[in-house]
């Protein structure tokens, strides 16, 4: 009898494994758990906290804030998409499928159409080179063209095509490959950020230098992300990689002080306002290390 | 036939042991109720959400960048309590406490610096209700304005 119910019990545990993973896990999204040693000096409060989230970057939201320095558009600064065929590991491929997304959120912020058909092809490359198919729901895609005059829409599409990729990768535990992604997105960020200074620049220069700079903030939380995970390869390399980018923006220090929130009218909105230091003489060198960084990215 | 019958068993059994994959569950809400609340600002791409149950409580950390128009909204199950959120900064002041300000679920912003904020976010305890916590799911999502 107990012969009888062996494959059985074993068919009970792979259904549980395959069907029920809300067996072991509840959730799980592409921000990861924080070491939250260091955020203010709160620790007893912190550890209180059952979940613990980062926001990191994504391709999206670094695409509107250069849209909102108010630059027009610079379609030389895009990776090809025709570059397509050069990346054959997956690590290349979660690098520039974050690239492209960048570079394709850009452009429709900008509503160019035309070029936006393009990343999207280069994008759905990199999802079927990923093995990401069956995560990106086939109709989203093809969504997106179909919504391509729609920003609103579109966005909305590409944020859900992003967050299922990431979410695809966690639950593959490919982890590292939705580090790259994200690295990739934000390093592509960077680039066209820091190249647009120069040219077509006068009065925004100061606005441009400070944002790169303040991304410092962000790359402190992408870079202790890498570190948690640096016993693989392929993070270790990007890490080494990224290394110089890592001494230029330890020279950085942002110190805020007296915070305070009001409420303003006009704007109908709260500004958090705060006397804020920030010194940008490592400008150049942060553009530098990210012109090279992400020439080894999409080379 | 035995064994088939004993595999259904078993197949039910599990279904009513393990909730449907939290994930998948969260993702559909979140689709459906919390994104749309955002409109005019630009859903930025980020997803944290989870499944969490009466008592518990779940932090977020976002980089906020000058001068951009953020829309900060906690989205919670219906079948939730209502939630409370804090917002503070890195030297732990408070920015924004919803309980303070008639428990609502978002809040619009514009930082003057770039800086660091964290978002906890408690579902409070129904004591009539101990024993039993609900579950479900809780998301928090920040959008920008587009200028």
Known sequence: MRYIYMPLALLFTGFCVTFCPSCTTCSRSHNVPINVDGFGEDTGYVKTAQKVFRSLPTPIEMSILIKNLGIEYQPSLLNDPLNTSKYVTHNQMALNFGVYVTDLVYAGLFEQTQTMLRYKLAIQKMVDGLGMSSAVDNTLLKKLETNINNKEEMLEILADTYSSCSAFLNEEDRHFLTIAALVGGWVEGMYIASSLTNEHLVNSENKIEQLVIDQKLTFDMLWQVMSELDGNADIAALMSEMSGLVRAFDRIQIKHTHHQVSFDEQEKTNVIKSDASVDTDVFAEVKEQIQTIRYNFVK | ?147
Request: proline share 5%; with cysteine; glycine share 6%.
């Open chain 2, 1 to 147: 036939m035995r064994h088939i019958l004993a595999i259904t068993l078993l197949s039910v059994i599990v279904a009513a042991v393990c909730p449907p994959d939290g994930t998948a569950q969260c993702k559909v809400f979140v689709k459906g109720a919390c994104i749309p609340v955002l409109n005019p600002y630009i859903h930025d791409g980020s997803y944290q959400a989870a499944i969490m149950s009466e008592g518990e409580e779940a932090e977020v950390y976002k980089t906020v960048f000058a001068g951009q128009q953020y829309r900060l909204y906690v989205c919670v199950d219906q079948v939730m309590p209502d939630v409370e959120f804090v917002v503070s900064d890195i030297h732990r002041n408070i920015l924004f406490d919803s309980r303070k300000n008639g428990n609502v679920r978002q809040w619009d912003f514009r930082p003057d610096a770039s800086q660091q904020i964290k978002v906890t976010v408690r579902i409070p305890v129904r004591k009539e209700n101990n024993e039993n916590p609900t579950i479900g799911c809780v998301g928090v999502f920040f959008g920008l304005k587009e200028k």
